[in-house]
């Protein structure tokens, strides 16, 4: 089985940054997608970005595209969401996901097979 938790969420101001990681303990796979969304209360999961595990590919959804960061270490067990202008819309629950094997879609939430328990990221005007 594999596990993930978050970290570094918080209360911020606007402008502000924040660096959010993700730990997944147990299997490990050659394959797949590292992902980030967030959940406001009464939204909708939103696609936030991800990092493709044979190539390194980054995608973002456009809501935050050109604000913030997607990447991983080389082992590929710990990820980040690098988080800079953070604006007040940015708040919600984020959460790291995780799929095992190759992905087509990878903007998807039930594209992803395992996630964490999700990390609150406020933002203050």
């Known amino acids: 089985q594999v596990q993930l938790v978050e970290s570094g969420g918080g209360l911020v101001q606007a402008g502000d940054s924040l660096r959010l990681s993700c730990v997944a303990s147990?299997?490990?796979?050659?394959?797949?997608?590292m992902g980030w969304f967030r959940q406001a209360p009464g939204k909708e999961r939103e696609f936030i970005g991800a990092?493709?595990?044979?190539?390194?590919?980054?995608y973002y959804g456009d809501s935050v595209k050109g604000r913030f960061t997607v990447s991983s270490d080389s082992d590929q067990n710990t990820w980040y969401l690098q988080m800079n202008n953070l604006k007040p819309k940015d708040t919600a629950i984020y959460l790291c996901?995780?799929?095992?094997?190759?992905?087509?879609?990878?903007?998807?939430?039930?594209?992803?097979?395992?996630w964490g328990q999700g990390t609150q990221v406020t933002v203050s005007s």
């Open positions: 147990g299997r490990t796979f050659s394959s797949g997608a």
């Open positions: 996901a995780l799929r095992t094997r190759t992905v087509y879609a990878i903007n998807l939430a039930k594209a992803y097979d395992t």
């Open positions: 990092i493709t595990k044979t190539t390194s590919t980054t």
